[in-house]
């Protein structure tokens, strides 16, 4: 599903594949701000395991029966067009038991509305669907991406069709939705790969995360109910960084694996401190705390209870983004009186202002003023707890010059706060509201993000 980067920070996914692994994570001109992503489309109006014939299409693979060799390693891939609406295009290959690999569509690298969106299904040899994916994550344009590592030694078949199909909406499809079709054995050696060494169960043998520009792909086995496995990392520099870690999505609807991580944390060099922490079993799946230079472990678990056929984790890491600018005011700004402005800057029509703020205790309230011009419709965009702060029920406010709120949304999910496109009753000074209701006894991290963005909606 297409995501306008007008709101949405653009994050870069390293290759990984055929000795590549070294693109950097591009942002947009709106800056950094992790509480402004969209999560995905999991709903329903995909294929059926099982499935022999999907029917439409006329392009000679439209079944298992007719699905097309994907030259595994070959960066040519194979190429397919969705046409007509409703086309279902059928691929095959040949993988090992326990080969990690990377199945994954070019197609839209722009995002653009006009072009095709694919979904792609993942089935094993029995046609038995094991992972499906409709966007690569964190999302960076409407391509799929499968990272996995297979179950068995086999025939294994990857479907694409466009999103409107998989998700119910009227099929669409015409004859320039073109796309590229390729899959890779996993470069394990490639310099932004690190491979769970299955040592690193406690702080003495942590295994130190491989980064290259920037970027790190971590996977890993979780080999039983008790596994805990440390990583090590180093944020360098002289300032404060925002360090984002995000744990793909797991199941037959997702990348396949039979478990999710039981839990993520963050904490300092010691392990005695927990900054950040996350729960992959209740779909929290971002860490991205700020922080200063120094060393730093990354731990992950498995939730326990049993464990599954194929039990792994990908983790994708990017370290060294610029962080938001910081809240500046942090003992004056409790009042609407002593609101720190907040400057918007224009950028294609949307005038937007990114904030990193902090509630240091349950009491604290943090004011923001931003001004909003004849015809602007804002929109808040705020993230606390959905990316491992111990902030929780953050509760995000846009408020008049009586300071009477206007709307308000408090973070309860792991899509963070939104509020919006709220008109506003007239041009003027407005307010953003941070506050919390309280904060998780065992994280110290504190800090919120927010995007705030002011645009005359289009008639």
Known sequence: MYVSTRWFLALGVAAALAGCGDDARPTDAG??????????????????????????????????????????GDTAGAAGTIDPPGDHDFFRFEGMADDWMIISTEANPDGELTMVDTVITLYDSSMTQIAEDDDAQPWVNPDSEIIIRLPTTGTYYVEVQEFSTWS???????????????????????????VDPESGDTLATAADVNLDMSFGLVVGDLRDTSDVDVYRFTVGGTGVQNVEADIMPWGTDSYGSTSPAGAFWLTDEAGSTIIARSDPSMDYNELSPSLDPGNYLLWLDHPGGTAGANDFYVLKVYAGAMENTLEAMEMANNTLAGAEALPLTDSMGTRSGFILAHLPTNADVDYFSIDVLAGEEVTFVCSSAAAGSGVRALRVELRDGTDTALAAMTETTPDGADILDRAVPSAGTYYLRLSKGSQDATVTGDWVRCGVHAEVPAP
């Open 31 to 72: 800056g950094t701000d992790a509480g402004l992503r969209d999560s995905g489309r999991s709903d329903g109006g995909h294929v059926d395991a099982g499935r022999t014939d999907s029917g439409g299409g006329g392009d000679g693979n439209d079944s298992f029966a007719q699905a097309v060799d994907i030259p595994v």
């Open 168 to 194: 119910g909406d009227p099929d669409v499809g015409q004859p320039d939705f073109d796309y590229v079709i390729t899959a890779f054995g996993l470069n394990l050696t490639a310099a932004s790969v690190t």
